[in-house]
């Protein structure tokens, strides 16, 4: 019995030797902090999806699935649908990356790879220093400066060439889903620009050097080896993109004209699911109306947590295939 007990106290004492070097270290500490951390954003996420859902009872019990489906919206009658402004969240969106993402990524491989020393800091910044402007701003300067000057003649070429197709047809608007698109483009451009930069930076120049050795030009560099180098990093700030081009309100509110039109036709006024909601809030004067607005900001929630599973899968899937199709 005494050497069974000699022997559980050396374990004992082994243990927590062991205990007492990993939190000397700091390993274990700041293990556990990570691991808190973690589940503390998908505990935060969880409880912002509670509370949206329990919430909306009201408009849940009315019109169950048909809420996603209904182009009704009107208080007076109290019918209430989300697909106006579900169909315009996601145009709007869609048009703003395909905009931005060349955009972008031309930006990024101009300051990483071919900007002189002199220009790459001064043009780093400005372009940086545009993601600090405030939304109210960029929505006040689209209204009065960009849609007469830019994206109204924009618009009447587009219709005058391009009328004949059903995403270009009707009349010719002010505010419009184009305007909203144009200016949610250079709302998301600094995001963008700014991480496929660092991406592109962040490659070693052995990648660069071995591919100049081998006889590639400068272009085929860029486009053959740190592009598909940083494909996963790009497409992480294209997330970053897409999710601000989503939950964006004040400027695409003002810019947007606020009408449920659902045409195809990105010449019309349109609705967003976060413009509805700024616009109406503070109206809504029953249960059945606020609920029926909470539960287009839980649409909206849900629609930006699917969208960037799906992306985020997308990087994972290309930043598992990298490490073999960058063999030099």
Same mark, same amino acid.
Request: glycine letters at 8%; aromatic letters at 10%.
């Given at each position: ?21 990993? #939190? ?7 293990? %556990?902090?990570?691991? @808190?951390? +973690?589940?503390? *954003? $998908?505990? !935060? ?119 004949? #197709? ?7 608007? %002010?505010?419009?889903? @184009?305007? +909203?698109?144009? *200016? $949610?483009? !250079? ?119 699917? #969208? ?21």
């Amino acid at each position: 019995m005494t050497s069974i007990s000699l022997i559980r106290q050396r374990a004992m004492q082994s243990r927590w030797s062991e205990w007492k070097r990993r #939190l000397q270290h700091g390993d274990m500490l700041y293990r %556990g902090l990570t691991i @808190l951390g +973690a589940f503390a *954003v $998908l505990g !935060i996420v969880a409880l912002i999806g509670y509370e949206l859902w329990m919430n909306t009872p009201l408009p849940r019990e009315k019109f169950g699935w048909r809420f996603l489906t209904s182009i009704e919206w009107n208080a007076v009658t109290q019918e209430f649908g989300a697909l106006p402004f579900i169909f315009g969240t996601i145009q709007t969106s869609v048009m703003a990356l395909i905009f931005a993402v060349p955009i972008s990524l031309g930006i990024a491989i101009f300051l990483a790879e071919l900007a002189p020393e002199w220009l790459r800091q001064p043009l780093g910044f400005i372009v940086e220093l545009l993601a600090a402007v405030p939304s109210v701003v960029y929505g006040l300067w689209g209204l009065f400066v960009y849609i007469p000057v830019f994206v109204r003649p924009t618009a009447e070429f587009l219709h005058a060439t391009l009328g004949f #197709l059903p995403l270009f047809e009707g009349p010719v608007y %002010g505010p419009s889903r @184009l305007s +909203a698109s144009l *200016v $949610l483009t !250079i709302m998301i451009l600094p995001t963008i620009s700014a991480v496929s930069r660092d991406v592109l930076l962040a490659i070693p120049n052995s990648q660069r050097e071995a591919a100049l050795a081998l006889g590639a030009t400068k272009w085929e560099m860029i486009w053959q080896v740190l592009l598909p180098y940083g494909l996963s990093g790009i497409l992480g700030a294209i997330i970053l993109g897409l999710g601000r081009a989503l939950g964006e309100t004040i400027a695409v509110t003002m810019v947007i004209g606020n009408n449920l039109d659902l045409s195809p036709s990105v010449l019309h006024p349109g609705y967003t699911m976060a413009s509805i909601i700024a616009n109406e809030f503070a109206e809504a004067t029953y249960d059945l109306y606020i609920q029926a607005l909470i539960q287009i900001a839980l649409v909206l929630f849900v629609l930006t947590l699917v #969208l960037n599973s799906l992306a985020r899968l997308l990087v994972w899937s290309v930043a598992r295939r990298v490490p073999t199709e960058m063999r030099l």
